[in-house]
């Protein structure tokens, strides 16, 4: 009689690619068809997580694979055995005369509970100290090559649970003989999908006129789709497939991400702007504001667009709200920006006769023109802040999608449920 006791299996992969070969979203396809003949193989859910964007040790986008398998407890050994031949032949793929590439450190883990949630909130919030995380990872199977440090990516990955927020990308891939030449993939024809698929986002750059869909890297990933639901993003691929301008995919895989979520930013703060704005090289700006009772430096890249051009219209005084990431050096690289009050700002004595600025004579003393001998109060003349120039939405600016986080929330899809920190 057959034992149909059935085992639940977390896996974490992280750190396979270097940075002009693979790609560790492929290389953990690779990882699942290994194992999928396993009897009573299937597959709960897959995920790619993004983890803290100022990691050191981190690969473009800082992201992490993991999934939840069942197999029959029976396959248990087998399933062992060939997670460490796959780690070992992918050990030997990576090596390069003689030697793995000094930037990759492949590791992979795997539990048969699911390990705490904790890991994820650290890797995703600040810097993890990697003796730490293997302490902590003790009684968890791990696999690793070069050095440790793929395992925080692998292990966070696992720890993440996804949530009814969470969404979801479809990653294809390319057929081996297309990798390295250019992606046929149109701006237009990922337009037109996302017009046809509105439940997909951040598909393109409508600033840019550029789909954002296909990486520009020698990897092997042909486009990734995201969207809010799996049957959206499955939609949009099977649409963008069916047009023979478009390149066909090897293969592909839907992910659960935690991409948009916010998770790296605790919420937003309020601030009064103490100084006016710097523009230090390469166009970047930066201002100091009050933060909890002390000063702080927020800093937006020029990249930011309207984040860049809003906080430089700042002035001191001016009461606003903002979301950002604290950076290794302490200060704020901002991700949103709202102005919730400004003050007045002042353009000079009112004008007369001969554009000329009327003068006061001194202390309490009116304003008088020199020509016509009008006399008024003393005032100043001053607008308000001019906001004209920038989009907004609920009074929020954010970069332009190409250039956001994979973690940040666009504020198209609203205006998201952020804890006021202040
Ligand atoms: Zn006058």
Redesign the pocket.
């Known amino acids: 009689m057959e034992n149909l006791e059935i085992t639940r299996i977390w896996i974490g992969l992280d750190d396979t690619d270097t940075p002009d070969y693979g790609c560790t979203t492929a290389t953990f396809d690779d990882l699942i068809n290994s194992i999928s003949h396993l009897s009573n193989f299937r597959v709960l859910e897959r995920r790619l997580v993004r983890l803290w964007p100022f990691a050191e040790r981190r690969t473009r986008g800082n992201g992490a694979l993991s999934c939840i398998i069942e197999c029959s407890s029976e396959s248990i050994i087998e399933f062992e055995s060939l997670l460490s031949l796959f780690f070992s032949n992918l050990g030997d793929s990576l090596q390069n005369d003689g030697e793995i590439h000094p930037q990759t450190s492949p590791a992979l883990v795997y539990s048969f509970e699911q390990i705490n949630e904790d890991f994820y909130w650290e890797a995703v919030r600040q810097k993890v100290d990697i003796s730490d995380r293997i302490k902590k990872l003790s009684g968890i199977k791990k696999l690793t090559l070069n050095s440790d440090w793929g395992l925080i990516g692998a292990s966070s990955a696992m720890a993440w649970k996804s949530n009814d927020e969470s969404t979801w990308e479809l990653i294809s891939w390319r057929y081996p003989e297309n990798i390295g030449h250019k992606r046929e993939i149109s701006s237009a024809i990922v337009k037109e999908m996302e017009i046809n698929h509105p439940e997909t986002f951040v598909n393109r750059d409508p600033t840019q006129e550029k789909g954002l869909i296909a990486p520009r890297t020698p990897c092997p990933v042909l486009y990734g789709i995201r969207g809010s639901t799996s049957e959206s993003v499955l939609s949009a691929h099977k649409w963008l497939q069916s047009n023979p301008a478009v390149e066909k995919c090897q293969r592909f895989a839907i992910h659960r991400t935690n991409q948009l979520s916010d998770d790296h930013i605790r919420g937003f703060s309020t601030s009064t702007v103490l100084t006016k704005p710097v523009e230090t090289k390469g166009a970047h700006s930066s201002l100091e504001v009050t933060h909890k009772g002390n000063r702080k430096t927020l800093v937006a890249f020029k990249e930011g667009g309207d984040v860049n051009r809003l906080l430089r219209k700042l002035i001191p005084g001016d009461r606003i709200n903002w979301l950002g990431l604290e950076s290794p050096d302490g200060s704020i690289h901002l991700e949103r920006l709202r102005i919730e009050s400004s003050v007045p700002r002042i353009l000079g004595r009112p004008i ?2 001969n554009n000329k600025t009327m003068r006061s004579a001194g202390v309490n003393q009116p304003l008088r ?1 020199l ?2 001998q ?1 006399i008024v109060l003393k005032h100043w003349v001053f607008e308000n802040i001019n906001l004209t120039d920038l989009e907004l939405t609920n009074g929020w600016v954010e970069p332009s999608p190409s250039q956001r986080r994979h973690l940040s929330r666009p504020l198209s899809l609203g205006e998201p449920v952020m804890l006021n920190l202040n």
Do not use: A, G, V
């Open positions: 007369c006769c023109c020509f016509c009008k």
